[in-house]
Nanobody, 121 residues
Framework: QVQLVESGGGLVQAGGSLRLSCAAS????????MGWFRQAPGKEREFVAI????????YVSNSVKGRFTISVDNAKNTWYLQMNSLPSEDTAVYSC??????????????WGQGTQVTVSS
């Protein structure tokens, strides 16, 4: 059984940082993309960032470029989202995912349960 478990969310002041982790079990994703989406209240799910297994290819959305970094630790089967300089607009539930590389959330096969990130202004 494949499981993705996020951690690292919470409450942070504007301008602060958080690091989200997504620990996978049950399989590795050497041929898939691993990434993050987010969904704010009243808004659609939004692509944030993806990375491939070798970490040679990453892509982040324009809305977080320069502030967020995605990385992967193959030995731990875990990927991360380092979030810096957070404004209140980054408040959302962040979910990790794995599957065929896409900017569309519906393409992904596996999802974590989501972790709340709240940025206070």
């Amino acid at each position: 059984q494949v499981q993705l478990v996020e951690s690292g969310g919470g409450l942070v002041q504007a301008g602060g940082s958080l690091r989200l982790s997504c620990a996978a079990s049950g399989r590795t994703f050497s041929r898939d993309a691993m990434g993050w989406f987010r969904q704010a209240p009243g808004k659609e799910r939004e692509f944030v960032a993806i990375i491939n297994w070798s970490a040679r290819s990453t892509y982040v959305s324009n809305s977080v470029k320069g502030r967020f970094t995605i990385s992967v630790d193959n030995a731990k089967n875990t990927w991360y989202l380092q979030m810096n300089s957070l404004p209140s607009e980054d408040t959302a539930v962040y979910s990790c995912t794995a599957g065929p590389s896409s900017l569309n959330w519906s393409s992904y096969n596996y999802w974590g349960q989501g972790t709340q990130v709240t940025v206070s202004s």
